[in-house]
């Protein structure tokens, strides 16, 4: 066994409904062109993101999953216990998007807001209930103490 210490290079997000979620996903601001979608007869299967900061991050139907998953469990309930961070801009656009989104009907869960980490900082639902996040760049200007937990 090798001592190399893995990579993260990949999120896979196995999707109940893969138009609702390219339709959210591209309101984010993803470039996801149609070439990238792959579609058989009974629908939309499979989506590749090549992200410019070398991240891979793929949608796949839960048919998909299934086939190449043997274990892929049946759930009921929607999203997860993780979050889905992604970097914009600027704090405006932090604001800009999570308006954007919020207006078109999207479920906001945390307003944007001042993180004491220095960060603005806003929570987006998707349409699998997985929490997005929209994170600005740090301003060691505007750090604090963090929470009493």
Same mark, same amino acid.
């Given at each position: $066994?090798?001592?190399?210490?893995?990579?993260?290079?990949?999120?896979?997000?196995?999707?109940?409904? $893969?138009?609702?979620?390219? !339709? =959210?996903? +591209? +309101?984010?601001?993803? %470039?996801? *062109?149609?070439? @990238?979608?792959?579609?058989? @007869?009974? &629908? !939309?299967?499979?989506?590749?993101?090549?992200?410019?900061?070398? =991240?891979?991050? #793929?949608?796949?139907?839960? !048919?998909?999953?299934?086939? =190449?998953?043997?274990?892929?469990? %049946?759930?009921?309930?929607?999203?997860?216990?993780?979050?889905? &961070? =992604? /970097?914009?801009? /600027?704090?405006?656009?932090?604001?800009?998007r999570y308006a954007d989104?919020? !207006?078109t009907g999207?479920?906001?869960?945390?307003?944007?807001?001042?993180?004491?980490?220095?960060?603005?900082?806003?929570?987006?639902?998707?349409?699998?209930?997985? #929490?997005? &996040?929209? $994170?600005?760049?740090?301003? *060691?200007?505007?750090?604090?103490?963090?929470? @009493?937990?």
């Amino acid at each position: $066994m090798t001592n190399q210490q893995p990579v993260l290079g990949l999120l896979d997000l196995v999707v109940r409904d $893969m138009d609702a979620t390219l !339709a =959210f996903y +591209r +309101r984010l601001g993803l %470039e996801i *062109p149609d070439s @990238a979608v792959w579609r058989t @007869a009974s &629908g !939309a299967h499979h989506v590749n993101l090549d992200l410019p900061n070398g =991240f891979h991050l #793929h949608f796949d139907s839960v !048919a998909l999953a299934k086939s =190449f998953n043997r274990g892929w469990p %049946e759930q009921a309930a929607t999203g997860t216990r993780t979050i889905i &961070g =992604f /970097s914009v801009s /600027s704090r405006e656009a932090v604001d800009d998007r999570y308006a954007d989104l919020v !207006a078109t009907g999207y479920t906001g869960r945390q307003p944007p807001y001042d993180t004491f980490w220095g960060a603005r900082y806003a929570v987006i639902e998707d349409p699998d209930g997985n #929490h997005v &996040g929209l $994170m600005s760049p740090l301003d *060691p200007a505007r750090r604090s103490a963090g929470p @009493a937990l």
